[in-house]
């Protein structure tokens, strides 16, 4: 069955704790994308990646960080400097030079 | 220039009716332009998407049209139903065809649709 994971569902950070949102494609995607989502603002690009071992800032990039080790995995860590972590967060991949874009089914994120 | 506006921020049909969500882009780069159906608490899904070559395109009940002169875009949804009831994203990228560049999608604010039986 093809498709993006995302894990887990509902993710609970406390105050100067890091946290890590996993993100799982078997698409054969090469690029995959971070995007956070707040009510009424749209979708907001954290990061990206066009290849393994490469990425690129997006437009809200502080306070977060990524890797990429493997084509299929692209985890998103919301590091303690960012302040206001409280989203709802989306991974999403596609083929290397397409413009579609493939979406998980998200992974909401609330401070205790 | 990079940004995409859309309207309204909701809408309210009642069913059978025809739902239309606008948007408006600066950026003439742009040449591809989707449009996202989300579920409360799903990721987005994509619904149809456009290039400037066309001026409309058509997958059912929903219609893209397109004024590349005045710069929008906009989504038609015939024969709204109920379960249509979802909030709807207009995007944009500019992605040099057969380069190694994977565009990035400009989102617009989202429109909530609410389909009335």
């Not at chain 1, 590091?79 to 413009?99: M, V």
Request: glycine residues 8%; contains cysteine; proline residues 6%.
């Amino acid at each position: 069955d093809g498709g993006i994971t995302q894990s887990p569902k509902y993710l609970f950070r406390k105050e100067g704790q890091n946290v890590t949102l996993s993100c799982e494609q078997n698409l054969n995607h090469d690029a995959m994308y971070w995007y956070r989502q707040d009510p009424g603002q749209g979708l907001r690009l954290i990061y990206y990646s066009q290849i393994v071992n490469d990425f690129q800032k997006g437009d809200i990039a502080e306070g977060y960080s990524v890797s990429r080790e493997k084509k299929e995995s692209f985890p998103l860590t919301v590091t303690s400097a960012q302040k206001n972590p409280t989203a709802f967060y989306l991974c999403a991949s596609s083929w290397e030079g397409y413009d579609t874009q493939y979406f998980g089914p998200g992974t909401r994120l609330l401070v205790l | 220039q990079q940004q995409v506006k859309q309207s309204p921020q909701s809408l309210i049909v009642q069913k059978g009716g025809i739902s239309i969500i606008n948007c408006a882009y600066e950026n003439t780069a742009f040449d591809y332009f989707p449009w996202y159906q989300q579920f409360p608490g799903k990721g987005p899904a994509l619904l149809i998407a456009i290039r400037p070559d066309v001026s409309e395109k058509k997958e059912g009940r929903f219609t893209i049209s397109f004024n590349k002169s005045a710069k929008q875009f906009s989504l038609h949804i015939m024969d709204s139903q109920p379960g249509d009831s979802a909030t709807y994203f207009c995007a944009a990228s500019a992605n040099p065809h057969g380069s190694s560049n994977t565009g990035k999608l400009i989102f617009g604010q989202g429109t909530t649709l609410q389909v009335k039986p």
